[in-house]
């Protein structure tokens, strides 16, 4: 298994918070098996707000992104990475302004299947810690997990960490175990798939004519049994005039 | 203001749990103000799942429901409501199973829309408790809401109270005082609405053509000014010979 | 019934997409039960992300926020308003960064609460209109109606309106009629409550001890009985030597 | 690379419907890559609602559930099964009810945890499929990833697909091309893993104390800088006499 690279996004303005500090100890499992790891803190870099070009010119999101600013630099980053944490602090039930517009941003390597056919980070493996004094955090994760795997992003076993109390992260040893296992499975598998160059997305299947086909005739018979059984159940209820 | 009835729906399998807890608290503020309330444990009830029926015959969902079960019963206490409360435990960041199939079974109520035009649960007013020993409250909340109001309800102001780790609800100020509050004020709004007749829906509006007539030369002239600044901006990546 | 004040926010980049047009036909719901209406489009306005002063030291937040940009005018409207009406394009199955920026931005009303015990925006009414290409819609407008009510506000009937596919907004009938009446329901509901002065939040409750002594004695008994038929099935099982 | 073994599951009770044709598509590209597979159709089992025994002591959840139905057959089907996709209908913006019991019935399965250290359906490889005529699969599919996820479950890339209209499924070819290879990846990413004995999951990190001194270390000097920018210019708002 070659050796792999783990970006950590922190999504904090905060470099001494519980995002931060869960960032870290994550980094520090995905380096537990051999990755190479890098931190870096979004609130640094200047990043302007996604202007949904794709609305007015599908084909107008691609890389390099239209927008000249910071990002230029992270998308680098991103692009280099075999894997993926981000670690949100959780305003008002979801990530943080400064991550969304990073998240935006990262649809010109989404959008390159309309320009050329594949992602540019498919494939890639990702986790997400959340942390708040309060709840919110599976709502932002379970969106993130969404998007990321909307891009083309794996997801490994055990990939969440969160704190949802006003507790610090330094005494709470789930979170502690939790963000480094999460760190340790994105390093992980990252490096197991590595050696293996797939192509997750198959926009041509040569035989899905005959696929469906076959199919179809399965449904059809499950809808002739329907037919008569349960439909005429149902439709009676028309006609219902006790209604 | 006449007087109202609150019903409480608690979705915990546990009558002494934090879900139940927090329901008892929020009916008080209800009574509160006037309100009568009742409590029903959703478990002490046979309450089959929805089949569907929608999917065959979009006119075969209506009230009363197919399925002859124990939800006739809830039903008349839904539609004699004029507000109502949900308290629910959070089993992997959602519902419990039990209030999931209650909920989709007032998919008849709802679907009056298509057999009468109208929704006969519209303009009630509700509020949400969620209880879990973790996080997933928010996300379990944010569904409810998004569902209650598609079937016409109101949530009035702090309509969500909960708890997310294993602390007793007797032991929780917060959740007690927004517990009180929620009740308080789903039956504070549905006193004040009681006296006013109001169809929260128009299905026909009589000047339609000529208010969109307006948007549309508004539309027109920012796009024109989009043509010129914005539009072609982004079109020029499409050319863009450095990707 | 006073008159009332609808703010409308559209959040998309293009004032001439589907969010500004779904956004213009709800204020004209507003205005046909004679609300006035604006309408701002948030991308003309420099809003900073939220720098999350609150964890550093909970009484900072507050307003007028500590950050200096164009919020200020902004947060002026939003005080001035008794209705909110916000559209957004849906990025990645949620709002656009810009309106991120802006709802983080609102904690400094919310957060009045721990200074002064009220939040400042607490019985405005509000409704959420998303529109994309593709899904996503519902749990944009989900963790928008979570926010909102945990800021107080609250949620009229059939206040969220969508498109989720290419459409045009005016070629959409439903989007059309649903933002309409989304439209009316927030200025109507805001008018109703413009004549009551109501506190939503009690931070004392007088009798709440004895309130809950009496939950507390109704709950023991509640699990006195479960201790003798739910609880030793259940306990039973730590001793399941099937296992 | 060993064989696999892929369960289809399919939660909606018509098993001629979108959900039930999506899931064939996808099976057949788990087929594509070698995998063997299996439909079962929930809504042919009884499966009773999780009674939360958890919540009554947390060493009583655990394999085999103290429920005896239906489900002790599709807890076989789950051990047996390397690959897991789940086709859902969208009721209410969420998986149907009978879904929604399955899988809090999964709770014996990650609760194992607790009882000896391990989730006993820890790195199996997870797909999700949502349909509706309607908006809201994001939304589920979300909340399937996220609890998938926190049962030690894997997201390949490309694990979700989705119908958010009336379209018959084998009219949409997105979403057809999108199952298919939602099939093949769930299948794909098994059995490359297949090869490794990998625990997901470290209960203990033998340098755990070095690692968290390091990062603390680190978090102070972050925070020292702080208290010179950052925190005076926060702090100070609260003696701000503007107020």
């Known amino acids: 298994m070659g050796g792999v690279y783990v970006l950590g996004i922190n999504a904090s303005p905060r470099n001494y918070g519980n995002a931060y500090k869960l960032l870290r100890i994550a980094l520090e499992g995905a380096k537990s098996v051999g990755s190479e790891v890098k931190l870096v803190n979004l609130y640094e870099y200047n990043i302007k707000p996604c202007i949904g070009c794709v609305s007015d010119d599908q084909k107008a999101c691609r890389y390099p992104c239209v927008i000249d600013d910071d990002m230029r630099i992270l998308y680098e980053e991103v692009l280099k990475a075999d894997g993926m944490i981000i670690a949100t602090p959780v305003y008002w ?110 926009s041509k299947v040569d035989n899905i004519e005959k696929i469906l086909e076959t199919i179809k005739k399965e449904v059809s018979k499950n809808y002739e049994k329907a037919l008569k059984d349960r439909i005429p159940k149902i439709s009676a209820l028309k006609n219902n005039t006790s209604v």
Chains 1, 2, 3, 4 share one sequence.
């Open 93 to 202: 039930f979801n990530v943080s302004g400064v991550l969304k517009n990073f998240i935006d941003r990262l649809t010109v390597f989404e959008n390159m299947i309309i320009i050329e056919g594949r992602c540019w980070i498919e494939g890639k493996v990702a986790g997400v810690i959340a942390v708040g004094n309060d709840s919110g955090v599976i709502m932002t994760i379970s969106n993130l997990f969404a998007t990321l795997n909307s891009m083309g992003l794996i997801i490994p076993p055990w990939a969440l960490a969160y704190i949802n109390s006003k507790v610090d992260a330094f005494d709470n040893e789930n979170a502690i175990l939790d963000s480094y296992n999460l760190g340790r499975n994105v390093a992980l598998l990252a490096k197991i798939l590595k050696d293996y160059k797939i192509s997750w997305y198959e």
